[in-house]
């Protein structure tokens, strides 16, 4: 007898890492959340892609949203982050990009992010457990994409 078939709601993110060099040193730009899950945790710009809308343009929209910082749209796709229980509000899916900047533009919060500031990556290498979510993973996988994992 075949398995009746069971569906699951799952949302779509997407997320953005955007890393920049200043005084010799890469930066990643994190947000500061605003709203639970996680409230005043560190975490990359991202959010819920709109009805109608790619993920790619869904993560320009929300790191504008959230930083006030632009990046063209050739940045490269990280990978999907489908673990169950990756966020507590339910089933989510995320597609992370990954931007890299000649210059670090300057970043200011708004939409849902308490904060908005570039970080030494040495800094948030440390310790990728205290981001949010399984930010992370996802930012050890955007630098191994960089070439920059082993450099820490």
């Known amino acids: 007898m075949a398995e009746r078939c069971r569906s699951e709601t799952i949302s779509l993110t ?19 959340r605003g709203h639970e899950p996680f409230a005043g945790r560190w975490a990359l710009p991202g959010g819920y892609v709109d009805p109608g809308e790619t993920s790619a ?3 320009i929209r929300e790191l504008r949203e959230e930083t006030n910082v632009v990046v063209p749209k050739a940045f490269r796709q990280v990978g999907a982050y489908d673990e169950p229980g990756r966020d507590p509000r339910g089933r989510v899916v995320s597609v992370a990009y990954l ?4 210059q670090r533009p300057t970043a200011t919060a ?4 308490a904060a908005a500031q570039w970080v030494p990556v040495e800094q948030v290498v440390t310790d990728l457990a205290e981001l949010a979510f399984d930010h992370g993973q996802i930012l050890s996988d955007a630098l191994d994409l960089a070439g920059l994992g082993p450099a820490f």
């Open 14 to 32: 997407a997320d953005i890492i955007v890393l920049a060099t200043a005084g010799g040193q890469w930066h990643v730009l994190l947000i500061q």
């Open 57 to 59: 343009d869904a993560a």
């Open 99 to 102: 931007a890299v900047l000649t």
């Open 110 to 113: 708004g939409d849902d992010a």
